[in-house]
């Protein structure tokens, strides 16, 4: 169970994950911790580990997704994947964005990342947006 980023009080990243496939509850779907992402959260899990998370358990929201759907969530919501006890791999798109006045410095989890530091601050939405409407106009990529 992890947060992907460090408590802040405006909030720093914001992920989605995309089922590219229908994810069952066998699957070992994500599963998130509602109301999480406040400090009060952060401290009773720091402090009190499993034991805040057995008495949080009613709280937990399940990602079962069908193909397309998506969960858009707080980087600090805590939330953690279930094991896969279905013959089938998960596959999941995952993209994440950082709030453009946010400073992340210092607010990262780094047990959590899994962005390789060669791609870090390169990709931003922008650009992205901007190379799609090139693309669909049938330009080139600008990359």
Do not use: I
Not at 7 to 20: I, K, M, Q, R, Y
Not at 64 to 84: F, K, Q, T
Not at 120 to 129: E, I, N, Q, W, Y
């Amino acid at each position: 169970l992890h947060a992907d980023t460090l408590w802040d009080e405006e909030g720093v990243l914001f992920s989605t994950a995309v089922a590219l496939q229908h994810v069952t509850r066998e699957m070992g779907p994500t599963r998130f911790l509602l109301g999480s992402q406040s400090l009060a959260a952060h401290d009773a899990f720091d402090e009190e580990g499993p034991g805040y998370v057995a008495a949080s358990a009613d709280s937990a929201a399940c990602g079962l997704l069908d193909a397309g759907e998506a969960a858009l969530y707080d980087g600090r919501v805590l939330h953690c994947g279930g094991p896969n006890s279905s013959p089938e791999r998960r596959v999941q798109f995952y993209a994440t964005f950082r709030r453009a006045a946010a400073d992340g410095a210092g607010l990262g989890n780094e047990a959590a990342h899994s962005l390789l530091d060669e791609y870090r601050g390169k990709h931003t939405l922008g650009r992205l947006l901007d190379e799609a409407e090139a693309w669909a106009e049938g330009g080139e990529r600008k990359s």
